[in-house]
């Protein structure tokens, strides 16, 4: 009963912000990397950040010094901080879980099921 929640997602102009949450339940959360895909209208989805349990980060190049990834173990909930943002990166935006690992990588568990995401429109 692994349950991942988005919210935060909302219309925006370009160069604005928007912070999205993912609270997640079911889990030992801090035992897992967490992550956010995207998913623009008709493309791939894509990871774009993710976090170890300790705060190591790492983010697709598209995003980097534009969005910071955090998470409270305590809260067991992952943020996604977007600023500046721009009319690409309009997506359903995912939480994600992986395995932990010492490659500074994303494993994300295939068993796992997509929640709903929450949906990110940016536009003039």
């Known amino acids: 009963q692994v349950r991942l929640v988005e919210s935060g997602g909302g219309l925006v102009q370009p160069g604005g912000s928007l912070r999205l949450s993912c609270a997640a339940s079911g889990m030992n959360f801090s035992g897992y990397v967490m992550g956010w895909y995207r998913q623009p209208p008709g493309k791939q989805r894509e990871l774009v950040a993710h976090?170890?349990?300790?705060?190591?980060?790492d983010y697709v190049e598209s995003v980097k010094g534009r969005f910071t990834i955090s998470r409270d173990n305590a809260k067991n909930t992952v943020s996604l901080q977007m600023n500046s943002l721009k009319l690409e990166d309009t997506a359903v935006y995912y939480c994600?879980?992986?395995?932990?690992?010492?490659?500074?990588?994303?494993?994300?568990?295939?068993?796992?099921?997509w929640g709903q995401g929450t949906q990110v429109t940016v536009s003039s």
């Open positions: 976090i170890t349990s300790g705060g190591s980060t």
């Open positions: 994600r879980r992986g395995y932990p690992n010492f490659d500074r990588r994303f494993i994300q568990i295939p068993g796992d099921s």
